[in-house]
């Protein structure tokens, strides 16, 4: 009976491995990296010129059954030019799991010069997660550790991060989970650990012409026991009104991003992915978009340096 536990159990958290492959830190690594940066570094708070809100939904691997579903409102605030605050509140759905995030993060921005800054930051944020195993196939019906619903109750988080930045370049490493997840029924703990997560990118804004930006980036996720996870995007912007741009993910996808300023103060972005892994024999496609409001001055139009869009 006890390898027939052992074997079970293990298909479960299968499912959650493969969920922290996709999710940096139980965080979704999403297509448009420019607009979720708060995802990838708490020291991202207030380094933007403008404030902003965003609201972001992602539906991934279309037509396989539990494909992922994240929905995700950040705001993130600069204050008096030195100090960030950003929020972020997400719901994340993975076949039979499901996970709510709450977060803060806190930012300084220290100016080096007249050219370089570089930002600390940290956060804190709660947890939820539920893995349904009703939902599960498994061999034996009634076996009594497959019936029910795993609950990880209030898990409490905290990250921290550095970015060193200029007008036309910036460099990021945050932890963004020094503590575990757990849960409270079952002691999981030999099979997940979403402990110590690291996430490091580079990017920065290349003048082609007088309209024609070029804006690279390449972000690298490492997770215990989970395979090498790089990306890399390329995004031109035409007359800073429209984004066009290409991303690669090593060994998962390749995809295209665009993004539109309907208006000074609102943006519009979009992503598509397609998996080259084997992946692409049960799905074809993978849809994100976004939604960017940006606080601007009576005066101000969106001519501002675009430090990270």
């Known amino acids: 009976m006890k390898m027939s536990i052992n074997f079970k159990t293990l298909g479960l958290l299968a499912i959650l491995s493969i969920n922290n492959l996709v999710s940096a830190q139980g965080d979704p690594n999403f297509r448009q990296n420019q607009l979720n940066v708060l995802q990838l570094n708490p020291a991202q708070a207030g380094a933007g010129v403008n404030s902003e809100i965003i609201c972001y939904a992602a539906n991934q691997w279309i037509n396989m059954p539990g494909a992922p579903k994240t929905y995700l409102t950040s705001a993130n605030f600069n204050v008096l030019n030195n100090f960030g605050i950003g929020a972020t509140v997400m719901g994340d759905q993975y076949g039979p799991?499901?996970?709510?995030?709450?977060?803060?993060?806190?930012?300084?921005?220290?100016?080096?010069?007249?050219?370089?800054?570089?930002?600390?930051?940290?956060?804190?944020?709660?947890?939820?997660?539920?893995?349904?195993?009703?939902?599960?196939?498994?061999?034996?019906p009634n076996d009594p550790y497959m019936v029910g619903t795993l609950r990880s109750g209030i898990n409490w988080n905290a990250g921290f991060g550095g970015l060193l930045y200029s007008k036309r370049f910036y460099l990021g490493y945050s932890m963004p989970n020094v503590s575990k997840t757990s849960f409270?029924?079952?002691?999981?703990t030999l099979f997940v650990d979403t402990k110590y997560g690291h996430i490091a990118y580079i990017g920065g804004t290349v003048p082609l012409s007088e309209k024609v930006e070029l804006r690279p980036n390449l972000v690298y996720r490492?997770?215990?026991?989970?395979?090498?996870?790089?990306?890399?995007?390329?995004?031109?912007?035409?007359?800073?009104?429209?984004?066009?741009?290409?991303?690669?993910?090593?060994?998962?996808?390749?995809?295209?991003?665009?993004?539109?300023?309907?208006?000074?103060?609102?943006?519009?972005?979009?992503?598509?992915?397609?998996?080259?892994?084997?992946?692409?024999?049960?799905?074809?496609?993978?849809?994100?978009?976004?939604?960017?409001?940006?606080?601007?001055?009576?005066?101000?139009?969106?001519?501002?340096?675009?430090?990270?869009?």
């Open 97 to 140: 799991v499901n996970m709510s995030k709450g977060e803060i993060n806190l930012a300084y921005h220290l100016k080096l010069n007249e050219k370089w800054k570089l930002g600390v930051g940290m956060k804190m944020g709660v947890t939820y997660t539920t893995v349904n195993l009703g939902e599960l196939t498994i061999i034996d």
């Open 184 to 188: 409270l029924n079952h002691d999981m």
């Open 222 to 309: 490492q997770i215990k026991g989970t395979p090498l996870n790089v990306e890399a995007n390329t995004i031109f912007t035409f007359d800073k009104k429209f984004d066009f741009g290409l991303t690669f993910q090593y060994n998962a996808s390749v995809g295209a991003i665009a993004g539109m300023q309907i208006r000074d103060y609102l943006y519009l972005g979009y992503a598509y992915s397609y998996p080259i892994s084997q992946l692409n024999r049960v799905t074809m496609q993978s849809h994100e978009i976004a939604l960017r409001y940006r606080f601007l001055n009576k005066c101000e139009r969106t001519t501002n340096p675009r430090y990270f869009i």
